[in-house]
């Protein structure tokens, strides 16, 4: 198994697994023919791999689940939460155009939205970095029990895939994906 097939698996499984909406991953460049090969293999299960960036020799890859992403950005308060940041889209194809657009320098702060976090914890973040409660997944600054749950969900998630991968099953025999 390649270096950028773990990583995608480590980093990305808890979103493979239903855990959450999106996740992000930093690999080599090069490696850009494992990721469309994962890429097309996830497609019919609803995933979608998208290039945020390329910077020094490393692409920041975005992985989601569509259907998951496009409910959550159509509601009401994600959406005019965006729009405060000058987000105007009716897909989520759309609002991924204007995060990769905002990707230069520093990591727009609104991504944690695009990644599932709850929007209060993004809100809480964007005003007060230093304030939160717990530090996982997110900085978390409202819910902090329910945060830690999941946050012990992902970890597990996670563990469990690696040590399935160390095993030398591929991802796609760990998610049976054609």
């Given at each position: 198994m390649s270096r950028t097939e773990y990583a995608i698996g480590r980093y990305c499984g808890v979103t493979f697994a239903g855990l959450k909406i999106a996740s992000l991953v930093n690999v080599e460049k090069g490696e850009e023919d494992v990721l469309e090969e994962l890429s097309a293999r996830f497609a019919g299960r609803g995933f979608s791999f998208r290039l945020l960036r390329e910077e020094r020799g490393r692409l920041l890859v975005y992985v989601c689940h569509r259907e998951r992403l496009e409910e959550y950005l159509a509601r009401p308060e994600i959406k005019g939460f965006l729009q405060l940041f000058g987000y105007e889209f009716a897909s989520a194809d759309e609002a991924l155009d204007q995060l990769q657009a905002r990707m230069t320098g520093e990591f727009p702060h609104?991504?944690?939205?695009?990644?599932?976090?709850?929007?209060?914890?993004?809100?809480?973040?964007?005003?007060?970095?230093?304030?939160?409660?717990?530090?996982?997944?997110?900085?978390?600054?409202?819910?902090?029990?329910?945060?830690?749950?999941?946050?012990e969900r992902f970890r597990r998630c996670s563990a469990c895939i690696c040590r399935h991968m160390d095993m030398g099953r591929s991802l796609t025999q760990i998610f049976n994906v054609g």
């Amino acid at each position: 198994m390649s270096r950028t097939e773990y990583a995608i698996g480590r980093y990305c499984g808890v979103t493979f697994a239903g855990l959450k909406i999106a996740s992000l991953v930093n690999v080599e460049k090069g490696e850009e023919d494992v990721l469309e090969e994962l890429s097309a293999r996830f497609a019919g299960r609803g995933f979608s791999f998208r290039l945020l960036r390329e910077e020094r020799g490393r692409l920041l890859v975005y992985v989601c689940h569509r259907e998951r992403l496009e409910e959550y950005l159509a509601r009401p308060e994600i959406k005019g939460f965006l729009q405060l940041f000058g987000y105007e889209f009716a897909s989520a194809d759309e609002a991924l155009d204007q995060l990769q657009a905002r990707m230069t320098g520093e990591f727009p702060h609104e991504i944690g939205i695009f990644l599932g976090y709850p929007l209060c914890d993004v809100r809480g973040f964007l005003n007060d970095p230093e304030g939160c409660l717990l530090c996982g997944a997110w900085k978390v600054y409202e819910n902090a029990d329910e945060a830690a749950r999941t946050f012990e969900r992902f970890r597990r998630c996670s563990a469990c895939i690696c040590r399935h991968m160390d095993m030398g099953r591929s991802l796609t025999q760990i998610f049976n994906v054609g």
